[in-house]
């Protein structure tokens, strides 16, 4: 399997492309599991209030950590790192013991002062790909808020028996194919940097567009002003914007989608039920991503907090999970127990080179935030 590149941290304090994932390879690769550490006499009743993405807790992982910690689970689903944030800011931090935001939102939570930082004492991080856990060095707010849990990348999925890429990797520009018109799907900010990495490729616009709009408001105005006028010249081909894993399932089996920009985790999941659908990463590389865990300020459950994170880190759960939900664990030897179906399908998602070419979603300003919003607006709304 291809080595990653090594980690480097951009001055904005967030993470380069193509390099917050150094040593994936090497868990992927078989690691033997560490031993599993229990805490359940921490906390062997009560119960946890959990808001994370809406595919993350299967069922045979809520069974088991039910089970073996007597803790009742209740769990909030969300699509999105603005759900999480919109919630918490309307209770005050109140109301949610763990929640799940993106690493690369880290500039935009320290100016929010709605995360408690965990006690590290009681989080066993080795656990965990070194190269993962960030949150000591890029979400230490006052002490670590943040402590990594699943990861995954942003790619095309596609019907097999409907569509067949150009070459091995299919590209984001696939969906705004005029050959693919009205059968394609995306989300609309992520398909509309997904887009311009397409069109970078085909001369459209300057190589390194997209990474440079990160970077003032100035070149994101120049960058995003051309990208969206395209998206909507285009926007016609588009059959579905989605919003969550559900979405992108239904697309793909029930609203005659057949090729969109998704995550992984749902289009590996309908692969493993036996439908016709294929994840891979794009020529231009598959954003990756990692969501972790953090505390709100109004936490109250704590003991329980510390025994799901516990739960998390527990190679064989954690191995289990990934076989339901299709991401991937930054846990290290839960690989090991993802079984022969989990290793054929990141042989199919990661072929070649795909890994040494992933792009890390770098961080976000507020102000990168807010302006992809109105470009993401006006594109939505045209």
């Known amino acids: 399997m291809t080595k990653l590149k090594s980690t480097t941290v951009s001055q904005a304090g967030g993470l380069k492309r193509r390099s ?73 931090g109140e109301g949610f013991d763990i929640v799940s935001p993106t690493v690369n939102r880290n500039l935009l ?15 066993d991080i080795t656990k965990v790909n070194p190269a993962m856990a960030l949150g000591e060095k890029h979400w230490n707010f006052g002490g670590t808020c943040w402590v990594p849990h699943i990861w995954g990348t942003e790619g095309v999925a596609w019907r097999t028996d409907m569509f067949t890429p150009a070459g091995e990797f299919p590209s984001y520009y696939d969906i705004w194919d005029d050959a693919n018109a009205g059968k394609t799907m995306g989300r609309g900010h992520s398909m509309l940097l997904g887009l311009g990495l ?9 190589p390194g567009s997209m990474w440079a709009a990160y970077e003032t408001p100035e070149k994101m105005t120049e960058v995003w002003t051309k990208l969206v006028d395209h998206a909507i010249e285009k926007k016609g081909n588009i059959k579905l914007i989605w919003n969550d894993a559900d979405t992108q399932k239904n697309g793909l089996l029930n609203e ?9 985790g749902p ?36 003991d329980q907090i510390y025994a799901f994170i516990d739960a998390c880190y527990n190679p064989e759960w954690a191995g289990e999970a990934i076989k339901t939900h299709g991401y991937n664990s930054p846990v290290l030897g839960a690989d090991a127990y993802g079984g022969e179906i989990y290793a054929k399908n990141f042989a199919d998602a990661y072929p070649g080179e795909a890994l040494a070419n992933l792009n890390a979603w770098p961080a976000e300003a507020p102000w990168y935030s807010e302006m992809r919003t109105e470009f993401t607006n006006k594109f939505l709304s045209a």
């Open 20 to 92: 917050f994932l150094k040593g994936t390879a090497t868990v992927l690769g078989g690691i033997a599991a560490p031993a599993i550490v229990s805490r359940s006499a921490l906390a062997s009743s009560g119960e946890i209030n959990v808001m994370m993405w809406s595919d993350y807790l299967p069922e045979s992982f809520v069974t088991a950590f039910e089970g073996a910690t007597g803790i009742k689970l209740n769990f909030t689903g969300i699509g999105s790192n603005e759900e999480i944030i919109n919630k918490l800011k309307a209770t005050g």
């Open 109 to 123: 939570w320290a100016e929010l002062g709605l995360l408690q930082p965990f006690d590290m004492s009681k989080i």
């Open 198 to 206: 397409g069109m970078e490729r085909l001369g459209l616009l300057e």
């Open 256 to 264: 005659g989608v057949v090729v969109g920009q998704t995550w992984d």
């Open 267 to 302: 289009p590996i999941a309908l692969k493993n039920e036996g439908e016709p659908v294929m994840y891979r990463a794009p020529i231009e590389g598959a954003m990756a991503w990692v969501d972790g865990m953090a505390m709100p300020t109004g936490a109250k459950n704590i």
